[in-house]
């Protein structure tokens, strides 16, 4: 930790699995053992690393390759008809409003009617 973080402890992080996975995975008699954590946690960290590095790495195959650019078209279709979706409902919801307030006119102009004319059986709900 000192060579990588400097001398200065408050400067160290808590945890440093890059480093963790290097001590890990060096030569000599303790190869392959982590101190400190429990195998599961220690096989997390390895899968951990061999997940990110898959990124940067050259040796992603074609097909693995292939299956991302799908996978990203997938998800920029699913966003564009989420968008478009969303646009229709904002519209339908507008249009709600405006026919219920069309609505709430005509009764009121109905009832304003039957009003003037005396009607007594004039309808209490529209």
């Not at 402890?9 to 890059?18: Q, V, Y």
């Not at 409003?97 to 009764?107: E, G, I, N, P």
Request: glycine share 4%.
């Amino acid at each position: 930790m000192r060579e990588r973080y400097g001398d200065d402890l408050l400067t160290h992080p808590e945890f440093d699995s890059d480093l963790w996975m290097e001590v890990e995975s060096s030569c000599g008699p303790d190869k392959n053992r982590v101190y400190g954590l429990s195998n599961t946690t220690a096989e997390n960290l390895r899968a951990a690393r061999s997940v990110s590095t898959i990124g940067s790495s050259q040796s992603v195959s074609s097909t693995q390759s292939k299956e991302f650019m799908a996978f990203q078209q997938h998800t920029a279709q699913l966003t564009e008809k989420y968008d478009h979706l969303s646009a229709v409902y904002e519209q339908l919801k507008a249009e709600n409003a405006q026919q219920k307030a069309d609505h709430d006119q005509l009764r009121e102009f109905v009832m304003n009617i039957a009003s003037q004319n005396g009607d007594t059986c004039a309808p209490s709900s529209f």
